[in-house]
């Protein structure tokens, strides 16, 4: 059975810390490969400034290019608006797969306003991934006083055999300060890099439209 990280995000634009990360959890979980899920649409970020799916899923294929990483936005094909549903609907898609949730540790500070987030940690397990800056708040976040439970040591959930949910692994490296806030604002025109033809979806193999969606976290 395949182990897949699922790293879920605007991707607005991707930068080497999104691959940075994704390598190193690949490393540290022992997975086969990590599934990056450029959400169409979040509407717990201002719709200002974010560019459109063809060129955050573009930017998203070039970073992950030549690694063991596969970009998808099947959140438009599942139909789905909520990643507790796309999740669940991954899962039965993909029934020969085991799959963990990959987060950094700012999701996990707001993961409580998510829909059913509950829901998603029953789903499968969860790896969150220091964040400079956003430790603390993620300590005393809700959620994590749920999730506190069920932590379970790194070399324990990766020499455990099958994965089970509800579980939380935590994860540290050494921080990158790479942000696409930061890039946004040093090059405001960087969408217009990845105009042309656009995208196939690396998953599900479908050319990814122009037109725009919101999906919710």
Request: proline share 8%.
């Amino acid at each position: 059975m395949a182990r897949i990280g699922l790293l879920g995000g605007s991707f607005n634009p991707a930068h080497g810390g999104h691959r940075r990360v994704s390598l190193f959890a690949l490393r540290a979980l022992g997975l086969d490969e990590v599934w990056w899920l450029v959400s169409p649409g979040n509407p717990l970020k201002p719709r200002a400034g974010m560019a459109p799916l063809a060129a955050r899923f573009g930017s998203a294929v070039r970073q992950a290019r030549r690694a063991p990483i596969r970009v998808t936005a099947i959140e438009r094909e599942l139909g789905t608006r909520y990643t507790v549903d796309t999740l669940a609907g991954i899962t039965q898609r993909y029934p020969k797969h085991a799959f963990v949730w990959l987060m950094g540790s700012d999701n996990l500070a707001q993961f409580h306003q998510w829909r059913d987030w509950r829901g998603i940690a029953r789903t499968m397990p969860i790896a969150v991934i220091a964040r400079p800056g956003y430790d603390k708040d993620a300590i005393a976040s809700p959620a994590m006083a749920w999730l506190r439970r069920f932590r379970v040591p790194l070399a324990g959930f990766v020499n455990g055999g099958e994965w089970s949910a509800p579980a939380l692994v935590t994860l540290r490296f050494d921080p990158d300060q790479r942000s696409a806030t930061a890039i946004r604002r040093a090059d405001p025109d960087w969408a217009a890099r990845f105009a042309g033809p656009p995208p196939r979806d690396q998953l599900t193999h479908r050319v990814i439209e122009a037109r725009e969606e919101t999906t919710a976290p």
